[in-house]
Nanobody, 126 residues
Framework: QVQLVESGGGLVQAGGSLRLSCASS????????MGWFRQAPRKEREFVAA????????NVADSVKGRFTISRDNAKNTVYLQMNSLKPEDTAVYYC???????????????????WGQGTQVTVSS
């Protein structure tokens, strides 16, 4: 069983930055692709970004491209989401997710990820 714990959420003004972290209990972290999803009130959960097990491949949603960066440190069993130029519409609960790596393809759908964290709230004020 893989446990994922997110941290780093909070309240920030529009234009500000936050860095989310997701720590994994996986013994061999590099065999997992990692993803970030978010869910705003009364909306469906949506894909934000994903990164391959080695960190060599990423997939970023168009809505955050150029503002958000996903990265990972396999020595620390941690994946990050650096969020810059935040907007009020980025307000959501952000979830970390994991799936066993299966090549270069990084899916943007929830069903592809088998492990999930509890989420961390990000609130961007205008």
């Amino acid at each position: 069983q893989v446990q994922l714990v997110e941290s780093g959420g909070g309240l920030v003004q529009a234009g500000g930055s936050l860095r989310l972290s997701c720590a994994s209990s996986a013994r061999t972290f590099s065999i997992f692709d990692m993803g970030w999803f978010r869910q705003a009130p009364r909306k469906e959960r949506e894909f934000v970004a994903a990164i391959s097990g080695t960190g060599g491949n990423t997939n970023v949603a168009d809505s955050v491209k150029g503002r958000f960066t996903i990265s990972r440190d396999n020595a620390k069993n941690t994946v990050y989401l650096q969020m810059n130029s935040l907007k009020p519409e980025d307000t959501a609960v952000y979830y970390c997710a994991a799936r066993y790596s299966s090549g270069s393809y990084l899916p943007a759908v929830q069903s592809a990820y088998g492990y999930w964290g509890q989420g961390t709230q990000v609130t961007v004020s205008s």
